[in-house]
T-cell receptor
Framework: DAGVIQSPRHEVTEMGQEVTLRCKPI?????LFWYRQTMMRGLELLIY????????DSGMPEDRFSAKMPNASFSTLKIQPSEPRDSAVYFC?????????FGPGTRLTVL | AQSVTQLDSQVPVFEEAPVELRCNYS??????LFWYVQYPNQGLQLLLK??????LVESINGFEAEFNKSQTSFHLRKPSVHISDTAEYFC??????????FGKGTMLLVSP
């Protein structure tokens, strides 16, 4: 299995632009998680899906953030408009039972 | 609500020395426990997990952790570390097969 796949690996954009991060979970996994990691706040759970349905989005910082999971093999995290404080590494993880498997992350820099 | 405490933000050790990374958790129900490792500029990798059964769990690269319910701890140990073990280690807890609550991480620094 290729593991969790995320794209792009790096994204540099200017403040105000829309950013879309993509994730392909491990085939057969029924839960998908989006995290954000920064030096200041560590690892934060943004949202998670179970069987493609959003279960808990309480970690989504603002209305500028939105996430979708149109099918079992694809999810997106969108930031519109982006701000410099959104700069972070964004991880996607998937799980079936007992432990999450993380993707390599997308390093986002908003100038 | 559950929480995880990793008391040490950094643990410096010499190569071939033993190491223990501490993790304590709080929860009102039965939990599953995990250790993840993050190498520089990489994602988190699952190192080992406790779901049920034997309270001592091992990883393929020589780490082990013991679930101690009375002390609500899940400390990670290795009898002899290598330079390549330098990384950040995260302890995590979940109540069932849902979200994980992570500790703030412990940076293990192995020097020659």
């Amino acid at each position: 299995d290729a593991g969790v796949i995320q794209s792009p690996r790096h994204e540099v954009t200017e403040m105000g632009q829309e950013v879309t991060l993509r994730c392909k979970p491990i085939s057969g996994h029924n839960s998908l998680f989006w995290y954000r990691q920064t030096m200041m706040r560590g690892l934060e759970l943004l949202i998670y899906f179970n069987n493609n349905v959003p279960i808990d989005d309480s970690g989504m910082p603002e209305d500028r953030f939105s996430a979708k999971m149109p099918n079992a093999s694809f999810s997106t995290l969108k930031i519109q408009p982006s701000e410099p404080r959104d700069s972070a590494v964004y991880f996607c993880a998937s799980s079936l039972r007992g432990g999450q498997f993380f993707g390599p992350g997308t390093r986002l820099t908003v100038l | 609500a559950q929480s995880v405490t990793q008391l040490d933000s950094q643990v410096p050790v010499f190569e071939e020395a033993p190491v223990e990374l501490r993790c304590n958790y709080s929860s009102s129900v039965s939990v599953y426990l995990f250790w993840y490792v993050q190498y520089p500029n990489q994602g988190l990798q699952l190192l080992l997990k406790y779901l049920s059964g034997s309270t001592l769990v091992e990883s393929i690269n020589g780490f082990e952790a013991e679930f101690n319910k009375s002390q609500t701890s899940f400390h990670l140990r290795k009898p002899s570390v290598h330079i390549s073990d330098t990384a950040e280690y995260f302890c995590a807890v979940s109540e069932g097969y849902s979200t994980l609550t992570f500790g703030k991480g412990t940076m293990l620094l192995v020097s020659p």
